[in-house]
C-alpha cells in the first residue's frame, strides 16, 4: 500500500493504548507496519513506548502529563518540528485530577492538537474551545475525547468515523475517540480492532480541503494587481 502522503493525502492513526496494561511498543510497531500512518498519534503512552523508533525507525515525540504515568505522543516516519504541550484548563473541584495537556504538531502544512481530554462533559467541551483559539489555518483535533454527544463548534466539524470506539466495563460501547476538523476532508475512516487496549485505533485518510483556501488564494491574487 502506498502511503497517503505520496497521493497528495495524510494518513492519520490515533489509538489510547491502555497505559501499562495495554497496548506495548511491539503492538503499536504492528500497528505501523500494517496501517503504514504518515502520523500516529497514541494517548495513555508510557516511557516505553518511546523505543518504537528503535522497531520501525522514524521520529517520536513525547509530552508526559502531570503526575502521571502516562502522556502524549506523536510518532511519524517523516521528519517534521518538535511538538509542544499547551496546558488544557482544570476543574476546580476539591479532589481534582491534575490538569491535561494537548500536544499540538505542525504536519504538512496542518495544525494537528493531539489529545486526551477530561471526563466531565462540560469541562472537555471548555478543553476543546480552549485548544482551537489557539489553532490557525486548517486544523484538526484528534484523540480520546471522552466525550459523548456532539463537539463540533467554531468552525470545527466532526470528520471522523462514526462506528464506537471503546466498551465501559464491557457493557457501554461509546464513540469516545474524535477527530474534528477545519479546513480539511476526510475521504475514507475506519475503527480496528481494539487489540490489547480497551480503545479501538481510529484511522483518518485526510487532505486540505481546497475550498478553504481559495478565498486566501483569491485575496493574494487581488492584492498582486495593484
Request: charged share 20%; hydrophobic share 45%.
Amino acid at each position: 500500500m502506498v502511503p497517503v502522503h505520496m497521493s497528495g493525502g495524510l494518513r492519520v492513526v490515533s489509538w489510547n493504548l491502555l497505559r501499562r496494561v495495554g497496548a506495548a511498543a511491539a503492538d503499536v510497531a504492528r500497528l505501523v507496519k500494517s496501517q503504514r500512518p504518515d502520523l500516529l498519534l497514541l494517548q495513555e503512552c508510557t516511557e516505553e513506548i518511546a523505543e518504537l523508533p528503535s522497531l520501525v525507525g522514524g521520529h517520536f515525540f513525547r509530552h508526559p502529563m502531570q503526575s502521571r504515568i502516562y502522556g502524549l505522543a506523536a510518532w511519524s516516519p517523516h521528519p517534521f518540528p518538535q511538538s509542544r504541550a499547551i496546558r488544557l484548563p482544570a476543574s476546580i473541584l476539591p479532589g481534582r485530577v491534575p490538569p491535561r495537556l494537548a500536544q499540538i504538531i505542525q504536519f504538512a502544512g496542518i495544525t494537528i492538537a493531539n489529545v486526551h481530554l477530561s471526563h466531565g462533559q462540560f469541562l472537555n467541551r471548555f478543553q476543546l474551545r480552549h485548544i482551537m483559539e489557539q489553532m490557525e489555518g486548517p486544523a484538526a483535533i484528534i484523540g480520546d475525547f471522552n466525550a459523548v454527544g456532539p463537539v463540533g463548534f467554531q468552525g470545527f466539524s466532526d470528520i471522523g468515523p462514526r462506528r464506537r470506539t471503546h466498551r465501559a466495563g464491557n457493557i457501554i460501547a461509546l464513540r469516545l475517540d474524535r477527530c474534528i476538523a477545519r479546513g480539511l476532508v476526510c475521504s475514507a475512516s475506519e475503527v480496528l480492532d481494539k487489540g490489547p487496549s480497551d480503545h479501538h485505533p481510529m484511522v483518518l485518510d485526510m487532505a486540505v480541503d481546497p475550498a478553504f483556501c481559495l478565498p486566501a488564494i483569491e485575496e493574494s491574487a487581488l492584492l498582486g494587481t495593484f
